[in-house]
């Protein structure tokens, strides 16, 4: 079965092309915050960092981005979202992410913030709960 066939690492239940991929060969823009925080783990599943880049908000992103080979993501948990939705700007969503790193497992667990400019969604920074959005 092709990448495009399979699963989709966001474990929405769709496949990689019916749902991250089409974000990632920028058929589509993800309409919402947590459409985008699932396209931007999916990214880091498939080693994606131009898309990562791409979506990371210009007061923020990095010059550059290594992603580490050594860890494979196997799971993404959407916890909460606050705003985000299609007729918002701004919102946050609240994940854990589990991965495995050299046969050890581990989680990150971030609650992060995104804007939207014009239709596209984009990563700001990652915050603590008692941050206000803007």
């Not at 092709?2 to 496949?15: F, I, K, M, N």
């Not at 915050?33 to 880049?53: K, N, P």
Request: glycine share 6%.
């Amino acid at each position: 079965m092709s990448t495009l066939e399979q699963r989709c690492p966001c474990l929405s239940g769709d496949t990689y092309s019916a749902c991250c991929g089409r974000f990632h060969s920028k058929a589509a823009l993800p309409p919402t915050a947590e459409w985008l925080m699932r396209s931007r783990y999916s990214a880091f599943a498939c080693g994606d960092a131009h898309y990562l880049l791409n979506t990371w908000h210009p007061l923020t992103r990095p010059d550059s981005l290594e992603l580490a080979v050594s860890i494979t993501w196997r799971r993404l948990d959407i916890l909460r979202t606050v705003r985000g939705s299609l007729l918002d700007t701004e919102g946050i969503v609240e994940f854990i992410a589990h991965y495995r790193e050299d046969g050890i497992s581990g989680q990150q667990h971030e609650s992060s913030r995104f804007l939207k400019e014009g239709r596209a969604w984009y990563y700001l920074d990652a915050v603590s709960d008692d941050t206000p959005l803007r």
